[in-house]
């Protein structure tokens, strides 16, 4: 299985920038699919962004324009870049690897944004 180990979170004002990062372990990582999910407190898990190997990219509708997922297969991190962030974007951030069929298969420990107004 997969480890996965995220960073980059932390405090920013609305209006503001974040960059997460998750770094993956193995040789296999240029072919999985990848995604971030998020858990805002007393909310259900949601998604944020997935990349394929292939580079197809889907975004949740609340992020879109916003945020933007990318891959380093050389260094086997995906990367997430959260823009015009909002205090609705406060929630822990999970760095997956996607299955097919959407599921997931490896979940990081998260790292939470905070987004103050």
């Known amino acids: 299985q997969v480890q996965l180990v995220e960073s980059g979170g932390g405090l920013v004002q609305s209006g503001g920038s974040l960059r997460l990062s998750c770094a993956a372990s193995?040789?296999?990582?240029?072919?999985?699919?990848m995604g971030w999910y998020r858990q805002a407190p007393g909310k259900q898990r949601e998604l944020v962004a997935t990349?394929?190997?292939?580079?197809?990219?889907k975004y949740g509708d609340s992020v879109k324009g916003r945020f933007t997922i990318s891959r380093n297969n050389a260094k086997n991190t995906v990367t997430l870049q959260m823009n015009s962030l909002k205090p609705e974007d406060t929630a822990v951030y999970y760095c997956?690897?996607?299955?097919?069929?959407?599921?997931?298969?490896?979940w990081g420990q998260g790292t939470q944004v905070t987004v103050s107004s």
């Open positions: 990349l394929t190997s292939g580079g197809t990219t």
């Open positions: 193995g040789s296999m990582f240029n072919i999985y699919a």
């Open positions: 997956v690897r996607v299955l097919a069929g959407g599921l997931v298969g490896s």
